[in-house]
């Protein structure tokens, strides 16, 4: 429970305000301590145990997902609230399953994390690390398919691509594979996840490292999938 400091009641502004923010940490801790029916429902059904505190601790939070991310729900797993801006991504470590929830669910989650980081933080920080490894990888993919898109390749998105392939594969350690054609059939196949792929694709990525400008000057088309289409609040407008 936070400490509301309480003003001189000499301010009638101050006094009301103060009131104000006991009458609003109350229905805060309210909400906090009544799970709705949906939310306890949901969390068991994904859950390992069938009783509510103890699948509670099964959960712990992963990261975060952007409204601007391919992957990001406009609502929270859990209790069906509209999201606007962020995913929180929770992980159960008995049953491995993934849920993306408001910023008010997650709330609830918040000792979970702090018990895995004293008790088990190298755990707790490959969790982390392999989620943030996922959302650069479906970036990459996106980012690859747009790339090749363009009639003319945006140098812009061609250095960000750039930068951000190596940033995965050093997290990886596999940076050696922009070193010969082999490696860079396994970045197209295992990161960017294509089944078909050109002798011009692989030459591309082959040079992506040593000769990035070289690399940039090979056009290649290829069909690309689906991208958000946002309106200026940042709703889904449609996928083009």
Not at 28 to 52: A, D, G, V, Y
Not at 125 to 143: A, G, M, V
Not at 191 to 207: A, G, H, P
Request: some cysteine.
């Amino acid at each position: 429970m936070k400490y509301i400091r309480k003003p001189n009641c000499s301010n009638e502004i101050s006094l009301v305000f103060y009131f104000f923010q006991i009458v609003n940490d109350k229905r805060e801790r309210k909400m906090m301590c009544q799970p709705r029916k949906i939310f306890i429902e949901t969390l068991i059904e994904n859950s390992l145990s069938e009783e509510f505190d103890m699948a509670m601790t099964e959960w712990v939070g992963l990261g975060e997902i952007s409204r601007l991310e391919l992957n990001f729900t406009p609502n929270c797993e859990l209790c069906g609230a509209a999201v606007y801006e962020v995913n929180h991504v929770i992980y159960n470590v008995k049953t491995k399953k993934q849920l993306k929830i408001g910023s008010d669910c997650i709330k609830r989650f918040e000792s979970n994390n702090q018990r895995y980081i004293n008790k088990k933080p190298q755990f707790f920080s490959k969790l982390r690390k392999r989620h943030k490894q996922n959302q650069l990888r479906i970036k990459l993919k996106d980012q690859y398919h747009f790339m090749c898109n363009q009639i003319i390749p945006s140098t812009r998105m061609f250095k960000e691509f750039r930068r951000d392939l190596i940033r995965i594969l050093k997290s990886y350690n596999k940076l050696y594979w922009l070193e010969s054609p082999e490696g860079a059939i396994n970045i197209l196949t295992k990161l960017l996840k294509k089944t078909e792929y050109t002798e011009m694709e692989v030459k591309r990525i082959e040079l992506l490292l040593t000769e990035p400008k070289k690399a940039m000057n090979i056009r290649v088309r290829t069909p690309r999938g689906p991208r958000k289409v946002l309106d200026k609040y940042g709703v889904v407008m449609n996928w083009s």
